[in-house]
């Protein structure tokens, strides 16, 4: 996410005007702050949490099949 937000700062500081390029630095780097600050505000998870939470309801998914299975078989049987 650091590279995502370090070439989104630098693109929003190459939109300012050329006389103003000797604040670059401090503007790209005031940006990346805003921007990290802001999203840990979100409250997001990461893609690592994203995929483990995904593979955890797969299971899940599966595991509910395979019960609903076997209960059709034993309300089948009475």
């Known amino acids: ?3 995502t937000l370090e070439q989104l700062s630098k693109r929003i500081s190459s939109l300012i ?8 630095d401090d503007i790209e780097d ?13 409250n997001l998870v ?3 949490e ?7 309801l797969q299971r899940t998914r599966e595991k ?6 076997q ?3 034993l309300n ?3």
Do not use: C, H, W, Y
């Not at 994203?50 to 955890?56: E, G, M, P």
């Not at 509910?64 to 299975?69: A, M, R, T």
């Open 30 to 42: 005031n940006v990346k702050s805003l921007l990290q600050s802001t999203l840990n505000k979100m």
């Open 50 to 56: 994203f995929d483990v939470q995904s593979a955890v």
């Open 71 to 73: 209960v059709e078989k």
């Open 64 to 69: 509910l099949e395979q019960l609903e299975k």
């Open 1 to 3: 996410m650091n590279d």
């Open 17 to 24: 005007p050329g006389d103003m390029k000797g604040v670059q």
């Open 76 to 78: 089948i049987v009475e």
């Open 46 to 48: 990461t893609r690592e």
